[in-house]
């Protein structure tokens, strides 16, 4: 099953010089390509939508001022299963219990400053696709 999916790659992963590591371990996924790419710091109000689910919680201020502290790699990456597999490539959101292999696991200690996101759902992708996104199709 084809799908799309959001990807970040998040200040702290662009600040180390990640990037090529970690698109690189997306692109050897045999048949995922790059749907769409850019680099920018991104605003309040970019990050307000996509946080919205966080709204309230103790990490939602930290997280905010984390994420709008340097530019962001943004990705759509297209392919097999790629919502459950860039998921899986990731690891779990906390570095330090994700497990040696994953980009979390290999790279993290941080909760906050774990590397990447990506979209948890279909509805998920297609909403971020469209804050990060607005025009593509
Ligand atoms: P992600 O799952 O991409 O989206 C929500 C982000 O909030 C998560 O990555 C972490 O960067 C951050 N986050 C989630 N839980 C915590 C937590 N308990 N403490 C600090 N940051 C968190």
């Known amino acids: 099953?084809?799908?799309?999916?959001?990807?970040?790659?998040?200040?702290?992963?662009?600040r180390r010089g990640l990037v090529g590591e970690i698109i690189?371990?997306?692109?050897?996924?045999?048949?995922?390509?790059l749907g769409a790419l850019e680099l920018r710091t991104l605003d309040r109000e970019?990050?307000?939508q996509h946080y919205a689910e966080h709204v309230g919680k103790p990490?939602?201020?930290?997280l905010m001022t984390f994420m709008s502290s340097g530019p962001v790699v943004s990705l759509v990456v297209e392919g097999e299963r790629v919502i459950e597999g860039v998921?899986?490539?990731?690891?779990?959101?906390d570095p330090i219990t994700a497990p040696s292999g994953s980009?979390?696991?290999?790279?993290?200690?941080?909760?906050?400053?774990?590397?990447?996101?990506a979209s948890?759902?279909?509805?998920?992708?297609?909403?971020?696709?469209?804050?990060?996104f607005p025009g593509l199709s």
């Open 103 to 117: 980009i979390r696991g290999d790279f993290g200690t941080i909760t906050r400053e774990n590397l990447i996101h």
């Open 59 to 62: 990490f939602y201020e930290p």
């Open 120 to 132: 948890d759902s279909e509805e998920s992708a297609e909403r971020e696709i469209k804050i990060f």
């Open 24 to 33: 690189g371990r997306i692109e050897k996924k045999a048949g995922w390509t």
């Open 1 to 14: 099953m084809s799908q799309r999916t959001l990807v970040l790659l998040k200040p702290d992963a662009v």
């Open 87 to 93: 998921r899986a490539l990731a690891g779990p959101t």
């Open 46 to 48: 970019v990050l307000e």
